[in-house]
DNA sequence: CCGCCTTGTTGACACATCGCCAATAGTGCT
DNA sequence: AGCACTATTGGCGATGTGTCAACAAGGCGG
């Protein structure tokens, strides 16, 4: 058995990839270490000593999940409200249908039935989402924390209906913007305002 | 030790307001058999032979869980739209503030890493809800499945939105129901009728 | 080219949990 | 009281996880 030396940095790089493909193709508890550890060609021992405890190893996972769509909400959209939504819908449905599967992994391990470390890493990328939202919309002036927590409100809405769209397929693209880009003009015009 | 011997259903009965208990405190990976055992003053063998596995227990915890609320919508809720929606929201908020914290647990579960049962149970309670909610706005006739799923994201979006209210408490009661009345009024006038 | 030394990597040990099943002992019935 | 039925037990084997001392790959100085 030859075994290889690597940077710590690619050797965890390589471990991480393994897991990201595992996890996403399996469900937490069906996925064990010992399976990450043969994939990668690696002694068990290594995931632990790199990544911790295999929940560790898990919200790695993941955070980097959900971390790649935040990459291009850069150019703010133009024109008047509904307008803006058809963007910003459209660009959501863009980034999640990209990478569907690793996405509806993440957001499907929603809670790991209520573990509190998995909520957070959730709960965070939900509020980049919130606020590029009400970004968008033009409502970022340092919002109170119940228009947060609305806006928090309308992202749940589009990830399970995304999910209805990606995993279920009961639902049209076309619906689902229909759907999205209506409720996200009722949120700003009539719910949004009496937040305070 | 004495032991003593129960009826089948007691003593199964016993074992599960137990597992209610514990899985309603502590996230499923956090509760063993054996502390279920223990608190029932039980072996730990009998949990099995009730429940078999252990997530067909947490399966059926949650599925108690979620079918408490289903109690009480026989009535259907009188007059136009926006009072209609009202009434639909004002139920669903007591029912969900009445069993806070099973309600937090079970739906928090929403997923429990993907796994597929969990899922399933879930979907099921949701679409109960989804169904009622159609009824109740008078578009119960036969709906399509993509009004179901609409519906279904509808309900999505009331379940993140109580979690927000219940368990973070940015929002008040006021301010949740607004929310989902008013969105609820949207979906049924503007986005509800694409569906065919 | 060779020995050393850093450190990435391994393998095994201890521990926890779970599913299963033969053995045991309540409990009602004759 | 004795018996039969079956609820209940306790332990076995398998699987998974975290830890840690020991090992060796590969670069460096001599």
Same mark, same amino acid.
């Given at each position: 058995?030859?075994?290889?030396?690597?940077?710590?940095?690619?050797?965890?790089?390589?471990?991480?990839?393994?897991?990201?493909?595992?996890?996403?193709?399996?469900?937490?508890?069906?996925?064990?270490?010992?399976?990450?550890?043969?994939?990668?060609?690696?002694?068990?021992?290594?995931?632990?000593?790199?990544?911790? $405890?295999?929940?560790?190893?898990?919200?790695?996972?993941?955070?980097?999940?959900?971390?790649?769509?935040?990459?291009?909400?850069?150019?703010?959209?133009?024109?008047?409200?509904?307008?803006?939504?058809?963007?910003?819908?459209?660009?959501?449905?863009?980034?999640?249908?990209?990478?569907?599967?690793?996405?509806?992994?993440?957001?499907?391990?929603?809670?790991?039935?209520?573990?509190?470390?998995?909520?957070?890493?959730?709960?965070?990328?939900?509020?980049?989402?919130?606020?590029?939202?009400?970004?968008?919309?033009?409502?970022?002036?340092?919002?109170?924390? #119940?228009?947060?927590?609305?806006?928090?409100?309308?992202?749940?809405?589009?990830?399970?209906? #995304?999910r209805?769209?990606l995993q279920r397929?009961?639902?049209?693209?076309?619906?689902?913007?229909?759907?999205?880009? $209506?409720?996200?003009?009722?949120?700003?015009?009539?719910?949004?305002?009496?937040?305070?």
């Open positions: 058995m030859r075994r290889r030396r690597l940077e710590p940095d690619a050797r965890r790089e390589q471990i991480l990839s393994v897991a990201i493909r595992l996890f996403g193709a399996k469900p937490y508890a069906e996925v064990s270490t010992t399976d990450v550890a043969r994939d990668a060609g690696v002694a068990r021992g290594l995931v632990n000593h790199y990544f911790g $405890t295999k929940k560790d190893l898990y919200l790695e996972v993941v955070r980097v999940m959900l971390t790649v769509p935040e990459t291009a909400l850069e150019q703010l959209p133009e024109g008047e409200l509904p307008e803006r939504a058809d963007s910003i819908v459209s660009w959501f449905l863009d980034v999640v249908s990209r990478h569907s599967t690793s996405w509806l992994a993440a957001t499907g391990a929603g809670g790991m039935a209520g573990d509190a470390d998995v909520d957070e890493v959730i709960a965070e990328a939900v509020d980049v989402a919130a606020d590029g939202i009400l970004r968008a919309v033009g409502m970022g002036e340092e919002p109170t924390p #119940a228009l947060r927590g609305m806006a928090r409100s309308y992202v749940g809405l589009a990830i399970w209906t #995304a209805e769209w397929g009961v639902l049209t693209r076309e619906q689902v913007h229909l759907l999205l880009a $209506t409720n996200l003009v009722t949120m700003v015009k009539r719910v949004f305002p009496q937040a305070r």
